[in-house]
């Protein structure tokens, strides 16, 4: 089946740096990849729909220049989360849509902790 | 906006019991329906789906059925195993495939005991 990775799987960081999640399709081509946050006990909402070789779109509230998405390839989408604070902290999760399928296939995630 | 709402648990089943999960969904227009699952350690995978009213989605022994009438898609399997013991996912899209963003429920945890 289709596989989607994410690394790292968890990150620690201090406050005020950057830190980069990479999301792969492993085994297909992606033109769409979405990215979600989780908080503890929370439903997966989505930040932001990220598409091959053009400009994320963000849902409401979602600070672009917080979370800034690059998607570069068919295969690969990165978030950076840039000057992160203690309240960005939180589960990250990708998916990748499989056009032929029409079916989003999740990443592992990437926990995400900022002291 | 659309949304989702269903058991948040945690719930505890001993083997071999009879499941069920509710969802119910608001939403504009004609969405579509899935269930996910996440076991522990892995990302979400798709358990099944109902693109219109009165589809049933099946899969592993899992099955949904679409109620357009009370906006709803309970998930049952009429006999739980120990590898059952997931968080369940409901989650609606707008497209009929899930190529639109999905909006997902809270999430139940499950485990079932030997």
């Known amino acids: 089946g289709a596989v989607v990775s994410q690394h790292p799987s968890w990150v620690i960081c201090k406050s005020g740096t950057s830190v980069k999640i990479e999301c792969r399709s492993l085994?297909?081509?992606?033109?769409?990849m979405f990215w979600y946050r989780q908080f503890p006990k929370q439903s997966l909402m989505l930040m932001a729909t990220?598409?091959?070789?053009?400009?994320?779109?963000?849902e409401q509230g979602v600070e672009k220049d917080k979370f800034l998405i690059n998607h570069a390839s068919l295969t690969l989408s990165t978030l950076t989360v840039t000057s992160a604070h203690p309240e960005d902290s939180s589960f990250y999760i990708c998916?990748?849509?499989?056009?032929?399928?029409?079916?989003?296939?999740f990443g592992p995630g990437t926990r995400l902790l900022v002291l | 906006g659309d949304s989702v709402t269903q058991m948040e648990g945690p719930v505890t089943l001993s083997e071999e019991a009879f499941l069920t999960i509710n969802c119910t969904y608001t939403?504009?227009?004609?969405?579509?329906l899935f269930w996910y699952v996440q076991y522990p350690g892995e990302g979400l995978q798709l358990l099944l789906k109902?693109?219109?009213?009165?589809d049933k989605g099946s899969n592993k022994g899992f099955e949904a059925t679409y109620r357009k009438e009370t906006t709803s898609f309970h998930l049952e399997k009429g006999s739980v195993q120990v590898s059952d013991s997931a968080v369940y996912f409901c989650?609606?899209?707008?497209?009929?495939?899930?190529?639109?963003?999905?909006?997902f429920g809270k999430g139940m945890k499950l485990t079932v005991n030997p």
């Open positions: 998916s990748a849509l499989h056009g032929g399928a029409e079916t989003q296939y």
């Open positions: 085994d297909f081509q992606a033109t769409t």
């Open positions: 990220s598409n091959e070789g053009s400009k994320a779109t963000y």
């Open positions: 939403a504009t227009g004609y969405p579509s």
């Open positions: 109902a693109t219109k009213a009165d």
């Open positions: 989650a609606l899209s707008a497209s009929q495939g899930g190529s639109e963003k999905l909006v």
